[in-house]
């Protein structure tokens, strides 16, 4: 049969990641935005009902925009539960940021409950009917707490989105679960599309020993981190490699970490996790931020991409010293304060511009695959078509020859606001 996938967002760039799959039923892949320093990026409107919507997992450029959709209509919705309580979270933050910035979120408190209300949780390898055509089943995607593969079946067809994934374990997850069965279509994440990642356990060391560096030379480590999962793992890594100096925690990465803890079968190794977040010190208020800052220490803060949060207070402060760092540790979207800071070392703050004498490095401790992981998977899965998203366009370029290279298989961007009509087996 024949379907149709509409790129809405997340097309030749990585944020706002939306898809529209028409099978005869409309389902919605994904809702999310994209953060820059001066605004926020929404997908294309939807100018249909929907029969429903699945979220792969709970960071806001695939979750951000959900509860909008609650303004005019109740469509259903599918994720995993880890996924709901984090994409809550961040749903209510952004609504805080929005009443302090003073813009419009889009949605209301009344939208999120209306969103938990119209929400199905469903776990991994639980296969469901999701509409008369449309049966749904969730894989581990391995990237964060709850991130899932999602696999959907219509009239003898396999579409599978791969979300965000990670084909390698990490320190707190499992190695992404692609053993899917048959495949016929692929939508796939771009994100490195052109490059491998570093041995995970040489980049651990490498950031530990730079980490140890800075405050045995009697300065402050800053480390910007993700909320959600990479704030926790770079906690675990500093504990794990016992680390004698103060480590702190601080902004929502201490909410997210209790969130987590609550789905220890998600989790590799919940105790491990446990016991290296007791090790840190939590910061609850501004006093105790001035004391992290008075001893050599590293401090663990959101957010990971320098748009806010605890981290620009941090930074404003140890900028002029050269003894200090910032070490980032995930991937800075283009256009972010994070980008900004690597590639021209500057950042703004509260309308200032401010260039770091304190060293800026970024250590890779990426969940998403790097190009040989996803050959990989593609090869295992050897879908008829393949459609590329979630990556800057040189990245996406590079990947699509890749494949085509070296497996065979036509592979194609999706492109923001067009239809692509698939004719199917």
Not at 11 to 39: A, N
Not at 342 to 350: F, M, P, R, S
Not at 411 to 416: D, K, N, Q, R, V
């Amino acid at each position: 049969m024949s379907f149709k996938i509409t790129g809405l967002g997340g097309c030749k760039e990585v944020g706002r990641s939306s898809f529209l799959l028409d099978v005869g039923e409309k389902i919605l892949l994904d809702r999310g935005v994209k953060l820059t320093p001066q605004k926020i990026e929404y997908p294309a409107k939807i100018k249909t009902n929907l029969d429903a919507v699945i979220i792969s997992h709970a960071h806001l450029d695939h979750s951000g925009e959900l509860p909008h959709l609650f303004v005019k209509s109740r469509p259903v919705c599918y994720m995993t539960p880890p996924t709901l309580d984090l994409a809550e979270m961040l749903w209510h933050d952004s609504l805080k940021i929005a009443g302090i910035e003073g813009f419009d979120a889009k949605f209301s408190k009344t939208e999120i409950r209306r969103t938990r209300r119209f929400t199905f949780p469903l776990g991994y390898r639980t296969k469901i009917d999701i509409t008369e055509k449309v049966s749904l089943e969730f894989f581990d995607a391995g990237h964060i707490v709850g991130s899932a593969i999602t696999k959907l079946v219509f009239d003898d067809t396999t579409l599978v989105y791969t979300g965000d994934f990670k084909v390698v374990e990490t320190r707190l997850l499992h190695k992404a679960d692609i053993k899917l069965g048959s495949v016929d279509y692929v939508i796939i994440e771009s994100t490195y599309g052109d490059s491998d990642h570093p041995d995970r356990h040489q980049v651990e060391k490498e950031f530990v020993d730079a980490c140890l560096e800075v405050v045995e030379n009697g300065g402050n480590a800053v480390v910007p981190a993700f909320a959600v999962g990479r704030s926790h793992e770079i906690i675990d890594v500093l504990v794990e490699y016992k680390v004698p100096y103060p480590i702190y925690l601080d902004g929502m990465a201490q909410k997210a970490a209790n969130i987590t803890l609550k789905y220890p079968k998600y989790l590799k190794n919940v105790k491990t996790l446990k016991k290296a977040l007791r090790k840190a010190q939590w910061i609850k208020n501004e006093r105790e931020r001035k004391k992290a800052l008075q001893e050599p220490s590293i401090i663990v803060t959101t957010a990971g991409m320098c748009e806010g949060g605890p981290v620009l207070y941090y930074i404003k402060r140890i900028y002029n010293d050269e003894k200090s760092a910032i070490f980032l540790t995930g991937y800075q979207v283009e256009g972010t304060q994070g980008r900004r800071l690597l590639d021209e070392g500057v950042i703004n703050i509260d309308g200032k511009d401010y260039r770091p004498k304190s060293t800026v490095r970024k250590f890779d401790f990426s969940a998403h695959p790097g190009q040989s992981e996803m050959l990989k998977a593609l090869k295992r899965w050897s879908p008829e078509e393949i459609f590329l998203v979630h990556g800057e366009p040189e990245k996406i370029e590079a990947f699509r020859k890749k494949i085509e290279e070296t497996l065979g298989i036509k592979a194609m961007p999706l492109e923001y606001g067009r239809t692509v009509k698939v004719d199917g087996k």
